[in-house]
């Protein structure tokens, strides 16, 4: 079987048509769910509980855990919290358990759930995710939490960037169209990443929304080394559970 | 309802996501069936007769009718010819009917039958098919092909050139992230388009096979000006029915 191969699925709709068993799966919800899970684990949280539904997040709050969850940018009237990044404070989460359901990334987590791995990937963590994959010997599929189906440009732009440094070394190859667009998405915007993805409609919603201000965080590399992974029904830092 | 807005849809598998009965679709598949279906009238074809299956396509060349059918590149053993645009000669073709199956531009066709019209873009027609629809009061879908449901260069990058001229004038608008993602694709490839998808998989495909012969052809702007439009259950040249 050929390995170390790179796939981009530029949205959930698309990933049957990318979807390999033996695949490291990253997912990218950049703006913000993939960045504020990156966020709660650099502040010490222990596990994220991912979950679908709106009811399975009230009734997770009923059973006392600390619940983050919000749709279309809005926190649910019995949520702690939403989905900012800047809300998965140490105060709030260190050495705890949150449950946390957003409107793509979590659905998008549990329609990765048969490969061999899934991980998440933000700005915040591009370096130390993109060692990790350069070190593993496997397949992998980029794939973007776009927006209720439809391709995004912030998630195909990190997309973008991820790939690029992953292909900067001769170890992976890629045959695949999508890959080597977002390549192309991160040469035209990488010296100034903010202004590039302004055109995005994920922007203007967020600016609309009153929720822009954790933009440049969501773009700022290396603010982290945790590598959050997702293992049965949960996501956990990778550097805490390594032997 | 709004009007003038322009979508791009970089996959069928993405379609349900950017349907709307109101519009106006553009089926691209430029390497090779847009292409193909612009010779076919360029050069004086009467009609075209979309069909999905190997198994239709046999049952025209059955009744009669002249048979365009190929299958990953290939002719099919009972078609008159392939689906190279050069195999649609005058020769051929004036004053006929001809039955016509391909891998991916006959289900696109078919999958957004549903529209209020859908036409054939490629860069042979590019500008007779930008000034038509500037003229039109109509939301537009430019619909890629792609590959087997995947997303290509060759057909993202059309769809750019295309927005791209639509978008010159005031009167579109567009929300769509992919229409800002192709045009993208455009401004980085428009001095040298073929050099630009020359990392396109199916231009690999092509060159394997020694089917890439029609490369510059298909790229090259403007050698006709038909616009073939797909009307129940068969294409015509638009041109010739207009009043």
């Known amino acids: 079987m050929r390995k170390n191969s790179i796939e981009v699925c530029l949205s959930p709709a698309l990933y049957e048509y990318h979807r390999n068993v033996d695949s490291i799966v990253v997912v990218i919800d950049t703006l913000r769910a993939s960045s504020a899970i990156c966020s709660a684990f650099a ?45 998965f404070t140490a105060e709030r989460v260190k050495g705890k358990t949150v449950a946390y359901s957003t409107t793509n990334g979590t659905r998008t987590i549990e329609l990765a759930s048969g490969a061999y791995m899934i991980v998440i990937g933000s700005f915040l963590n591009i370096t130390a995710l993109s060692d990790w994959l350069n070190e593993q010997e496997r397949d992998i599929v980029l794939l973007c939490a776009g927006w209720k189906n439809k391709v995004n440009i912030e998630d195909s732009f990190y997309a973008g960037a991820l790939c690029n440094r992953l292909m900067e070394n001769n170890k992976f190859f890629t045959d695949c169209d999508s890959a080597k667009i977002v390549m192309d998405m991160w040469s035209l915007g990488k010296e100034n990443p903010l202004e590039y993805i302004d055109k995005a409609a994920q922007r203007r919603r967020l600016r609309d929304k009153g929720l822009d201000d954790c933009l440049a965080f969501c773009h700022k590399p290396d603010s982290t080394d945790v590598i959050p992974v997702c293992s049965e029904g949960e996501i956990v830092n990778l550097n805490k559970v390594k032997p």
């Open 43 to 87: 502040n010490g949280a222990v596990r994220l509980l991912p979950v679908s539904t709106v009811e399975e997040a009230r009734e997770m709050k009923k059973k006392g855990f600390i619940v983050a969850a919000e749709r279309d940018g809005y926190v649910l009237d019995f949520a702690d919290f939403g989905n900012s990044p800047f809300n």
